[in-house]
């Protein structure tokens, strides 16, 4: 079993950057790829970026290819998100989760099997 906390949400002005970082708990955390979706009030979660258990692989949503960037670090059981360039539709609730495999179906929420509480980004205008 895989817990996973997120930190590194917070309040920034359109342009500012945010690193999101998300804790797993976990003897079998190098084991599963990650995954970032997001949440904005109203809407669906979203799938934003994933990665392979190596990091050897990296997957992003179109809405934030060239500002994010998705990484892992196995000896600390961390995956992180670098948010550059935010604007203000990228505020929403940020979730990381992991699945056991990155194969075809990475965007879709239904294939990861924990989550995170997630992190409150807000992007001011």
């Known amino acids: 079993q895989v817990q996973l906390v997120e930190s590194g949400g917070g309040l920034v002005q359109a342009g500012g950057s945010l690193r999101l970082s998300c804790a797993a708990s976990?003897?079998?955390?190098?084991?599963?790829?990650m995954g970032w979706f997001r949440q904005a009030p109203g809407k669906e979660r979203e799938f934003v970026a994933a990665?392979?258990?190596?990091?050897?692989?990296?997957y992003y949503a179109d809405s934030v290819k060239g500002r994010f960037t998705i990484s892992r670090d196995n000896a600390k059981n961390t995956v992180y998100l670098q948010m550059n360039s935010l604007k203000p539709e990228d505020t929403a609730v940020y979730y990381c989760a992991a699945l056991p495999d990155l194969g075809v179906g990475y965007r879709s929420l239904y294939e990861y099997d924990y989550w995170g509480q997630g992190t409150q980004v807000t992007v001011s205008s």
């Open positions: 976990g003897r079998t955390f190098s084991s599963y790829a």
């Open positions: 990665i392979s258990w190596s990091g050897g692989s990296t």
